[in-house]
């Protein structure tokens, strides 16, 4: 299955980003952040559509370190 996530520099900017998508109405969902893309944050926003993803770093709605998109292959950094 593919799926993009939001990476965050840690906790805090990980449950602001929470607060402001669930006021934005997005449809995304908390998951731990896989330790093979990084251990700076333990939990991460995952996303179905990539147009969401898009329209959030477009218009800078959260904070984040860095997005990536899982494929087949693992992952690979978007942003």
């Known amino acids: 299955m593919e799926y993009y996530i939001f990476v965050y520099k840690n906790t805090f900017d990980a449950m602001n980003a929470e607060k402001i998508l669930k006021e934005k109405n997005f449809d995304f969902r908390i998951m731990p952040t896989p330790t093979s893309i990084t251990q700076s944050c333990g939990i ?35 942003k």
């Open 44 to 78: 991460c926003t995952r996303f179905e559509r990539l147009e969401d993803v898009n329209e959030i770093i477009e218009n800078s709605i959260v904070e984040y370190k860095n997005v990536y998109h899982k494929c087949k292959d693992g992952f690979e950094t978007i």
